[in-house]
């Protein structure tokens, strides 16, 4: 079963986020734990980490902008 990817809220006023660059590719096999993509929100860049382990599926794009709760990928 496929594990979503979500776009997390960071700050307390979040509301959405720009994906600034996947550090995994499309079909990558990742790890629980390990860095997926650097999330520019509220003038700080944070690394969001895979929430389990599988091959990397990614549905959003580099430097678009999201809301907190937008799936980004699968991790099946």
Known sequence: MAVEILLPKIGFSMQEGQVAEWLAKD????TEGQPLFSLEADKSTNE??????????????????????????YIE
Do not use: F, R
């Open 48 to 73: 969001v980490e895979a929430p389990a382990s599988g091959t990397l599926k990614i549905v959003a794009q580099t430097g678009e902008t999201y809301e907190v709760g937008t799936v980004l990928g």
């Open 27 to 30: 079909g990558d096999q990742v």
